[in-house]
C-alpha cells in the first residue's frame, strides 16, 4: 500500500511537471544507412509520459530535400524531429511516405504539410477512417500540450498497387501487402540503396498488437519481405535493423499459427485457448501480459475453420 501511494506520488509530479513547462520530446537520429536516419520509439504502449513516441520514423537525405518514412504521433513530435535533422543538413521535407493507417505513425503529417506542403501519400483507409474533428487514440490519450496543433490532413495520394517510383532523385519500390498488421499494409524498399522500411509488419523485442491484422496476412507479407534483398530493415517498433530484423516476428506468427491450430484439432474452445496457447518464449519480450493474450483469441477466431491450402 505504501508503495502505491509513493508510486501515485511521482505520476502526480511527473503528469503536473508536463503541464506547467509544456511537454517536451527528447530525440535522437540514428544513423542506420548512408543518408538514411530513423528516429527510434520507446517498446511500449502510448502514455502521457512517452507522449506517444513509440513507432520509429525514418529521414532519407535525397537530391536536394529529405523524404520521410512515417512521421510519428504528433506535430510537436515532428516539429522536435525535423529540428534535429536541421543539426545534420538544413533541408526541406519533400514527401512523407506513409505505411498504414494507426495514428502513431502518422499524425505529425499536418506538420510536414505546413511548413514544407509535403506531399503526402499512404493508405486510402488513412483518409476514409480519419476526419478531422474526430479524436483519434492519440488526442484520448496524451496531455494537450503533446497532442497541440495536430491535425487530421488529407493524403495526396494512395498506394493501392505496387509500384516503383522515383522521388527526388530516390528509386522507391511500393509494396502493398493488404491486411497484414492492420487492414491494409504497406512496406517500402530502396533497391539501390538496399534499404526497407517494413512498417508494423516486422516489429522486434516487442510483442505486436494483431487487434487489426491477420496471422495469415502476417505470415504471407513476412513471406514477401523475405524475397528482398535487403542489407538493413526497419521495423515499425524495434531497435534492431539487421538483416536479422524479422526473425521474431517470423518466429511469433509462425509458432502462433502452429499452436492455435493444435488447440483447436484438440478441441480445445476459445475459453481455454489462452491456457493452451501460452508462447513462455516471448513472455520477456515487452509487452507480453498485455498483448499476448488478445492476440491469442484473435488468432483462434481466424483460424478456427481455417484449411491449408
Known amino acids: 500500500m ?6 501515485k506520488i511521482i505520476l502526480t509530479s511527473v503528469l503536473s511537471s508536463l503541464s506547467l513547462f509544456g511537454f517536451e520530446y527528447k530525440l535522437e537520429p540514428k544513423k542506420v544507412s548512408e543518408n538514411v536516419w530513423c528516429f527510434f520509439g520507446k517498446l511500449e504502449m502510448p502514455t502521457k509520459e512517452n507522449g ?35 543539426k545534420i543538413e538544413k533541408l526541406p521535407v519533400s514527401y512523407v511516405l506513409n505505411t498504414h493507417e494507426h495514428d502513431d505513425h502518422w499524425m505529425g503529417n499536418s506538420f510536414y504539410k505546413e511548413k514544407f506542403n509535403a506531399k503526402l501519400i499512404g493508405v486510402e483507409l488513412q483518409d476514409k477512417n480519419y476526419q ?30 505496387k509500384q516503383i517510383i522515383i522521388l527526388d532523385g530516390e528509386k522507391f519500390e511500393f509494396v502493398p501487402v493488404g491486411q497484414g498488421h492492420s487492414h491494409y499494409d504497406v512496406f517500402m524498399y530502396m533497391p539501390d540503396r538496399k534499404v526497407l522500411f517494413a512498417g ?5 523485442g516487442r510483442i505486436t498488437s494483431n487487434r487489426d491484422g491477420l496471422v495469415i496476412g502476417q505470415l504471407d507479407a513476412l513471406k514477401t519481405i523475405k524475397e528482398y534483398d ?16 524479422m526473425d521474431e516476428s ?7 499459427k502452429s499452436k ?3 488447440a ?11 491456457k493452451f496457447v501460452k508462447m513462455l518464449e516471448f513472455k520477456d519480450k515487452a509487452m507480453f501480459d498485455l498483448l499476448n493474450n488478445p492476440n491469442v483469441h484473435k488468432a483462434y477466431s481466424e483460424l478456427e475453420f481455417y484449411e491449408e491450402e
Open 2 to 7: 505504501k508503495q502505491h501511494l509513493i508510486n
Open 52 to 86: 506517444g513516441n513509440m513507432s520509429n520514423h525514418c529521414y532519407i537525405k535525397a537530391k536536394s530535400s529529405y523524404i520521410l518514412l512515417d512521421s510519428g504521433p504528433t506535430y510537436k513530435y515532428a516539429q522536435t524531429a525535423y529540428k534535429e535533422m536541421e
Open 132 to 161: 478531422q474533428g474526430q479524436p483519434t487514440r492519440m488526442h484520448k490519450l496524451l496531455t494537450a500540450d503533446a497532442i497541440k496543433g495536430t491535425k487530421i490532413v488529407k493524403l495526396d495520394s494512395h498506394i493501392k498497387e
Open 200 to 204: 508494423d509488419l516486422v516489429m522486434n
Open 230 to 245: 535487403f542489407d538493413v530493415l526497419v521495423p515499425g517498433h524495434g531497435y534492431d535493423v539487421s538483416k536479422k530484423a
Open 250 to 256: 517470423v518466429k511469433y506468427f509462425s509458432q502462433l
Open 260 to 262: 492455435i491450430l493444435e
Open 264 to 274: 483447436i484439432e484438440e478441441d480445445i474452445g476459445l475459453d481455454g485457448v489462452t
